[in-house]
Every structure is written in structure tokens, then in C-alpha cells.
């Protein structure tokens, strides 16, 4: 009898704990915390545009030109070859500007160490005439999201 009483003593405690760790899941204290930290992480597309095109305006040198020097629509931030050249002589000078269109074959954290910091994806500073921007990370992760809604170019 006594050996049952503690057996089934044990049982109510597993019980009880199971009890406790089920309502702990049920009260689902985690779910929300993750819900709110993804969609913070998720940029606004229309901002991201209107960085895009009207303030920070990365189709003046990632799109390609045609001949009379106008940007050709058709190919928006498909990457261009850089259409500026420097004054004086630059070894650090980029002679190409990458397709930006997809945002393909970039990490966020590359994007915020491109967009916030000017540190390349390679872990170099950015080549000129990039600019060094010093993006928000609201305004960064924007501009990802944006440039991920553009398609991107057929490999
Ligand atoms: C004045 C010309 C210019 C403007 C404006 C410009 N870029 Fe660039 N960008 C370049 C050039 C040139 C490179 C290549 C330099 C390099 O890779 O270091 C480059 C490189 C990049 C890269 C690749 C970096 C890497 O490490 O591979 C990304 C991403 C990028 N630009 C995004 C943008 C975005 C987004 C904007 C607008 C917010 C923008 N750029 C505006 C010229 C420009």
C-alpha cells in the first residue's frame, strides 16, 4: 500500500507538472514575442521605392544608359558599367555597378553592412563612386524589401 500511495504520488506530480508546462505552452507566452520580432524585421516595399527612386536614387548609376545618356526603363537597377569617371586618377574606382534588381545573391546582412555601414559584401569598404550611406536600419531594411519585389534577371 505504501509503495502505491508513493507511485501514485509521483504520477499526480508528473501530472501536475505536465499541467503546468501544457497551460504554459497554451498561454503561447513565446508565439506573440516571435510574431512581433518578424514582422519588425520585414521593410516597407513603398518606402523602400520612394528611397529607391526619389532620395538615394541607386538607379543613376544601377541601370544602364543608352546612347544620348538617358537610363533605360526597361532595365531598371539591372546593373550598369559606371558611366562617371573621377577627376584624378582612382585605383579604388569601380568601373561597374552590380544588378540590384531581385536583390539576389545578397544577405540582410550584407544590405546592412552595405546600406548602414558602406562595408562591402566582401567585408572591404565599398568602392567609390558608391556612396558610404549611413542608412537607419528602418530605411535599409526598406530598400531590401523593396529591391526583392523587383524580378530578378535570369542567370
Ligand atoms: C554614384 C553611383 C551609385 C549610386 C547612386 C549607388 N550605387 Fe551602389 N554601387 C555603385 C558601384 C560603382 C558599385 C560597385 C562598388 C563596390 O562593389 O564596391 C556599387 C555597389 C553596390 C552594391 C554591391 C556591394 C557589394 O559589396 O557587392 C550594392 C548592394 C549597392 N551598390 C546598392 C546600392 C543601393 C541600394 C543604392 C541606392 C540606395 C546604390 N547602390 C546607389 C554605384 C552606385
Redesign the pocket.
Known amino acids: 500500500m505504501k509503495t502505491i500511495g508513493i507511485v501514485s504520488g509521483a504520477v499526480l506530480f508528473a501530472v501536475a507538472g505536465l499541467g503546468i508546462s501544457a497551460s504554459a505552452v497554451k498561454q503561447g507566452v513565446a508565439k506573440p514575442v516571435v510574431q512581433k520580432a518578424a514582422s519588425h524585421q520585414t521593410g516597407d516595399v513603398a518606402r523602400g521605392k520612394y528611397?529607391?527612386e526619389e532620395v538615394?536614387?541607386?538607379g543613376?548609376?544601377?541601370t544602364p544608359r543608352d546612347a544620348q545618356g538617358n537610363l533605360i526603363e526597361a532595365r531598371d537597377l539591372q546593373g550598369a558599367p559606371?558611366w562617371?569617371a573621377p577627376v584624378h586618377p582612382d585605383s579604388n574606382w569601380?568601373?561597374?555597378?552590380?544588378t540590384?534588381a531581385g536583390?539576389a545573391g545578397?544577405s540582410d546582412a550584407?544590405?546592412v553592412n552595405?546600406?548602414e555601414k558602406g562595408i562591402?559584401?566582401?567585408g572591404?569598404p565599398?568602392?567609390?563612386?558608391?556612396?558610404i550611406?549611413h542608412m537607419s536600419h528602418e530605411d535599409a531594411l526598406a530598400?531590401v524589401a523593396y529591391?526583392k519585389s523587383l524580378p530578378s534577371l535570369p542567370q
Open positions: 528611397l529607391v538615394a536614387m541607386c543613376e548609376c544601377h559606371t562617371i569601380a568601373w561597374n555597378a552590380p540590384l536583390f545578397y550584407d544590405a552595405i546600406l562591402g559584401a566582401n572591404q565599398i568602392q567609390r563612386p558608391m556612396h550611406y530598400i529591391l
